[in-house]
């Protein structure tokens, strides 16, 4: 059986590759698409924690489930306001959206 | 493990608060599409009314007049209804009946008069009123999610104004970037301890320093990103960027609004997640957690940046917003003296009365700063304060009691509020924190004090104009802080039941 720690790499992996994503990428859509990432990292590793920790207790995988059904609606609204935001300037570098600086 | 529990288990009687307002806030969506666009003061009102009878619902077991349901628990352990769930249910409260109050006419102002806000208001609320009753991490995520997707889309509720929309896109993308933190730190905890509810954790933690097991390392990596989640939702430093870009692109009827509720959140969560959970944390064998030092040091950091770089600000809302990171500063070291076992009940006390205190005065600032905006966003430099005294007597008055307030001037609630989080602070013995605070504390006189001296010994043409909502959500405010000033006991009577501790 493939262990414990591979599954935690693998989803520490992924949440870098979206925190990197969000960091680095200019395009709004591409950071919102990194932020998913980032939360599905975190549901591999409440899965395996559940498979390899408490099998029995089923909190870990129905924890999972609230969090893909609520980046959904984060997902929802980010889209809208990336839309909204697009109809004013035609753009959705996020470099362009920059009239609030201090 | 077990079956399906039935209805009678839940406990659902103990919830009535908040089970009473989410059927409240679905119902006024449907109801709010029968009612005309002239006459949204319908919606208005019947949000009023509903969180007036919330707050009576939230009231009565804090006087000790009844008591809600079998016990403290509901939802098997998922919702905690005790003394600390009453207070931050009526501190949100009353912050979103002032909320309602200040945004009706500036809609109207705005052109912006639409039922949405005040659904999306109510939403936001009983996201609050769960994060602050939650007795597990699951209920804090969706909680801080509840709270948090309604206060995007009121950010933006300008549009097409460009500076509404972009702090909408700028606190949408930073809110869930923090909110990928914090669920990963609670996935962490969850892999450490392997349960979510805080009493399991409790319990596991204890365990967990007794056999000193390597999954203290796991658990202390998920509590720091939990720290960085919730750091980013209170406007702590170093997590404090998109605040000022929020508060003053957004429409100041949500920033009064969101200024308080986001922080009553955030500062519950912390408070029940550290200083209920993993208070029992002690690396060291002592009776200090050991997220206690990076607490500290995040609020000293928090205090310093924001009332130094808020001394350079000319806008209003920028400044009230570096005023807001320093206050959640403030709060930190109610927080971090929650790590001292012996002290977390007393910390937890001083938290939600500085909260308390801290809701009447800043709503009511940004209140004023709605009286003098015009209709165009503009007008909320700090010469718009200019002349307020002669034009407006008692908005000026009011608005110096504010700022007497956040200052901590002795006789307004800003002063009580933080008398009991700097006590704490000392009886937990973080006193370099508490002398940082104090020392802070006497820059931002600096600033604050500057605004009154505009208000009254600078002329200048003022066009604050006040209509009746706004006026007397503003007297409510200014009687509030003077209220809490002057007679503390109202807040710590309001407070004293207030005790965390799981265990013995």
């Known amino acids: 059986m493939v262990p414990l720690w591979m599954y935690l790499v693998v989803a520490a992996a992924l949440f870098s590759t979206g925190l990197f994503g969000v960091l680095a990428r200019r395009n709004a859509i591409a950071i919102l698409m990194s932020i998913e990432l980032m939360l599905n990292a975190v549901n591999i590793n409440l899965v395996a924690f559940w498979r390899y920790n408490t099998p029995l207790d089923l909190s870990g995988q129905a924890f999972a489930v609230f969090v893909f059904v609520v980046a959904a609606a984060e997902v929802a609204v980010g889209l809208a306001l990336i839309i909204s935001i697009y109809r004013k300037r035609q753009s959705v570098i996020a470099e362009d959206v920059n009239m609030l600086k201090w | 493990m077990s079956g399906v529990p039935s209805l009678s288990d839940l406990n659902l009687a103990a919830t009535l608060p908040v089970s009473f307002l989410a059927l409240y806030a679905c119902l006024l969506m449907i109801v709010d599409l029968f009612v005309p666009r002239t006459r949204k003061h319908i919606t208005a009102g019947l949000t009023m009314l509903g969180l007036g009878i919330a707050l009576v619902l939230a009231l009565l077991p804090l006087a000790g007049a ?12 998922m919702y905690i209804a005790d003394s600390f769930s009453d207070g931050v249910n009526v501190i949100v409260l009353i912050t979103a009946l002032l909320g309602v109050m200040v945004a009706y006419n500036y809609l109207d102002r705005i052109q912006r008069q639409r039922g949405e806000y005040y659904s999306l208001l109510l939403f936001t609320t009983l996201g609050v009123m769960m994060m602050g009753a939650a007795g597990d991490l699951v209920v804090v995520f969706v909680a801080l999610e509840l709270l948090s997707i309604p206060l995007y889309i009121l950010s933006g509720f300008r549009r097409p104004q460009e500076a509404s929309e972009e702090s909408a896109l700028k606190y949408f993308i930073l809110g869930a ?11 962490l905890i969850y892999g450490a301890t392997g349960v979510t509810d805080f009493e399991g954790i409790w319990a596991a933690v204890e365990e967990i320093v007794a056999e000193d097991a390597s999954s203290k390392y796991l658990l202390l990596v998920g509590a720091g ?30 920033v009064a609004y969101m200024s308080v509720a986001a922080k009553v959140g955030g500062f519950a969560a912390l408070v029940r997640v550290l200083g209920s959970g993993m208070v029992n944390f002690a690396l060291d064998g002592g009776l200090v957690a050991a997220w206690q030092d990076t607490v500290w040091l995040i609020a000293a950091l928090t205090m310093i940046l924001g009332n130094f770089v808020a001394i350079v600000q000319s806008d209003l809302k920028r400044l009230l917003a570096y005023s807001s990171i320093a206050h959640a500063g403030y709060m930190l070291i109610g927080v971090a003296a929650a790590g001292s076992a012996p002290v977390a009940d007393e910390a937890a006390r001083a938290v939600i009365m500085y909260l308390m205190a801290y ?14 905006e015009r209709d165009d966003a503009s007008n909320t430099g700090l010469e718009s304060m200019r002349g307020l005294a002669v034009k407006q007597p008692l908005l000026a008055a009011s608005m110096a009691i504010f700022m007497f ?6 006789l307004t609630a800003g002063f009580i509020g933080k008398w009991f989080v700097f006590k704490a602070a000392i009886a937990a013995d973080l006193i370099p924190v508490a002398v940082v605070g104090v020392l802070t504390s006497l820059i931002s006189a600096f600033y604050y004090l500057r605004i009154v001296w505009y208000m009254y010994f600078e002329s200048g043409e003022s066009e604050a104009h006040v209509p009746v909502p706004l006026a007397w959500a503003i007297s409510i405010a200014a009687v509030g802080t003077l209220l809490l000033g002057i007679f503390p006991y109202l807040l710590s009577d309001m407070t004293h039941k207030i005790t965390l501790a799981f265990g013995p």
């Not at chain 2, 009844?66 to 352990?77: C, H, K, W």
């Not at chain 2, 923090?178 to 730190?185: H, I, K, P, R």
């Not at chain 2, 990103?225 to 209170?234: C, N, Q, S, T, Y």
Request: aromatic share 16%.
């Open chain 2, 66 to 77: 009844a008591r809600f349901g079998d016990g403290e628990r509901a939802f098997g352990g």
């Open chain 2, 177 to 187: 970037f923090a909110s990928g933190f914090l669920v990963y730190g609670i996935a």
């Open chain 2, 225 to 254: 990103l939990l720290l960085v989640g919730l750091g980013f939702k209170v406007a702590a430093v170093p997590f404090h960027m998109w605040t000022p870009d929020v508060y003053q692109g957004a429409p100041t009827s949500v």
């Open chain 2, 359 to 372: 809701a009447f005065t800043n709503v009511g600032a940004f209140a004023v700063v709605i009286a003098v």
């Open chain 2, 405 to 410: 307030s956040l200052t901590g001037i002795p």
